[in-house]
């Protein structure tokens, strides 16, 4: 009797989340990205990568603040997907964490699409370290051969004799991808590298593993763990992460973060890029740890 | 007339409940459908990414290639077609991208209306090249020939050791290393959670007094109401560094400390209902074996548990459940490196925490979007599987007795 009774309850309960679930689906309205009746009114749909989504938040919070006509949607999802709905016409803005590779922009001439760029900011990613780990910088073929597992202790490295432990974003990040390109020269992670959902949890676990090395952006920069210096000439000049560095292009892990939008939309989203591009808008690029622009 | 009214109302409630049990019902099997007929769509599929291409010279003897070779290939692991069947020659790799290292924009055509005839030049002049593409840009009189992959099969899936599911141009979709992943922490949580709650449970049930009873009994439901992001953040800070002291590993995040975190989750669920169930054990035949001259523990193990039998599957089956399906902890203390684990000291990979951190990003409809719903369907076998089991089980104990 009383398993019988169990069960019921359990029947019923899964049966009342998934009617739940299901009302939700039902509920999920269209975005539609048509303009107001009122002409001072504007709606704009941002979509792209999570990288720029919290910067492309902020942005438009505070210009929502002063402009109370415009309401903008701010969704994320990374690079790819922006620039996949911006070929649909799905998106006024695509943001993106990098430039448009040939294909895309093959693919959205195919789509007759006029696409327009703003180039917003730059964002530096940091290599970090345990702080009691004795290696100061690295190369770049030597990071290569650390992510792809060719190197495993740090000894080889200059380190200790001790087991390195490789830490990444899920491959779901603009950041994972960027740093395959960037670093590893386009090569597949090893298998045995440690996958984190945020940059939060790199941070968290390198500070606590003497043997970890990860990668992170600049405004995640913490006490708790040390930036390495890296060299992009085989070990001639190192150089440290830094805003400045990033911004006079001497640090060479560093990316321009872009709005792309379509020419047929200009007049209706350049007061907002034009808002991020202003010196109000740039100083949000740096409190939220981007690089600005000047 | 109130009659008329009462009779109408209980034939309404009557109504209801069928209703509800009907929808019910229609939901689940609705949703295992759906589930089913996502996830076996993968096994239709090419490993390539849709819409491209994949081309050599004419004069190339290889005729075929797996989504491993062109792995290697493109981490340049492979670098002679020797390896793989060809003449002794370097493969050079072209990628789209590549194109603006031949040509100018120029000569690509201001509307790139040029591009598949520079493609032709491009493979017709190399003999050593392996070229990815758009499939857009294939000519209609291509010069090279396409090579094309076979779909991904039931045996490469199940039993692949790669799970690679993003890579240009074939994915690599091998989900042993999920699936072990997921036994092996679930496997560690119940051993460390069952004997851990059956002992609480018989504690609270026949040994603690009331006092001590009306203290615990709320303490252990508060573990349940505890949010399980908190329980990975606890994990992460806590076991993890605990860990990786006590066995002096060069990382913490291990299957274990999946373990102990889901352990530690599943731990009310297990206490709570056992425990029910062994209060429901009868006075009579307590005080009967009491009587008889057994002592409080033979008592317990000879009368209690046995009579509570089916109630303490019943817990394990919710315990195993909760740990099998758990992601948010998982996902934050296991380090997600997708290898197949010989020790619980060393990382896993679970397939919930892999279907959470890799939906968001799928492409609907594309191939890593069906290889997480036929995981889906993984793990809904695998609990369905140990359900039955220990339904079975149980049914058997109650013949026995």
Known sequence: MKITKERLFRKHAAGLLLITSLLGACGRGDTNNTAGNNPDDITITIKGSDTVLPLTQQEA?????????????????????????L?????????????????????????????KEALIAYDALSVVVHPENKVNQLTREQLEQIFTGKIKNWKEVGGNDEVIVAYSRETSSGTYEFFKEEVLDKKNYAP???????????????????????????????????????SYDQGKTFVAPSVEAAKNKS???????????????????????????????????????????? | MKRYFHNFGERLIVGLLTLSGTVTSLTVLLIVFYLFKEG???????????????????????????????????????????????????????????????????????DFEFVPQRINEIVTKN????????????????????????????????????????????????????ILGTLWVSFGAILLALPLGLATAVYMAEIADSRVRNILKPVIELLAGIPSVVYGFFGLVVVVPLIQDIFGLPVGETALA??????????????????????????????ASLALGASKWQTIYKVVIPYSISGISTAAILGIGRAIGETMAVLMVTGNASVIPDSFLEPVRTIPATIAAELGEAPQGGIHYKALFALGCILFLLTLIINVTVDLVSAKKRENR
Do not use: C
């Not at chain 2, 020659?89 to 690509?108: G, M, N, Q, V």
């Open chain 1, 61 to 85: 919070e505070n210009y929502m603040q002063k402009n109370a006509g415009a309401a903008i949607t701010v969704v994320g999802g990374g690079t790819g997907v922006g620039i996949s709905a």
């Open chain 1, 87 to 115: 070929q649909e016409g799905t998106t006024d803005i695509a943001m993106a964490s990098r430039a448009l590779k040939t294909g895309e922009r093959l693919k959205l001439k195919g789509a007759k699409k006029n696409v």
């Open chain 1, 192 to 230: 045995g590298i440690l996958m984190m959902s945020a940059t939060g949890s790199i941070v968290q676990s390198v500070s606590q593993t003497r043997g970890a090395i990860g990668y992170i952006g600049l405004a995640y920069e913490t006490e708790d763990v040390k930036a390495l210096s890296v």
């Open chain 1, 251 to 294: 640090y060479p892990i560093s990316r321009p973060l872009f709005y792309f939008y379509d020419a047929s939309v200009e007049s209706r989203v350049k007061p907002f890029i034009n808002y991020v591009l202003s010196p109000e808008g740039q100083k949000i690029v740096q409190d939220t740890g981007y690089v600005p622009l000047s």
């Open chain 2, 40 to 110: 076996l769509g993968i096994f239709s599929m090419s490993p390539v990414e849709e819409g491209t291409a994949i081309a050599v010279n004419k004069q190339n003897p290889v005729k075929e290639l797996s989504a491993s070779q062109l792995k290697e290939i493109s981490d340049q692991n492979i670098t002679n077609w020797q390896q793989v069947g060809g003449p002794n020659a370097p493969i050079k790799l072209f990628r789209i991208d590549d194109i603006t290292e031949y040509y100018s924009e120029e000569e690509l055509g201001a």
């Open chain 2, 127 to 178: 003999p050593n090249i392996l070229a990815f593409f758009p499939e857009e840009f294939l000519a209609k009189d291509f010069p090279g020939r396409q090579i094309f992959l076979d779909n991904i099969s039931v045996a490469d899936f199940l039993g692949g050791r790669e799970w690679y599911p993003t890579i240009t141009p074939a994915v690599r979709m091998g989900v042993l290393p999920l």
């Open chain 2, 258 to 287: 999946g373990s102990i975190i889901l352990g530690i989750m599943a731990l009310p669920t297990i206490i709570s209902v056992s425990e029910d169930a062994m209060r429901t054990t009868p006075r009579a035949m307590k005080e």
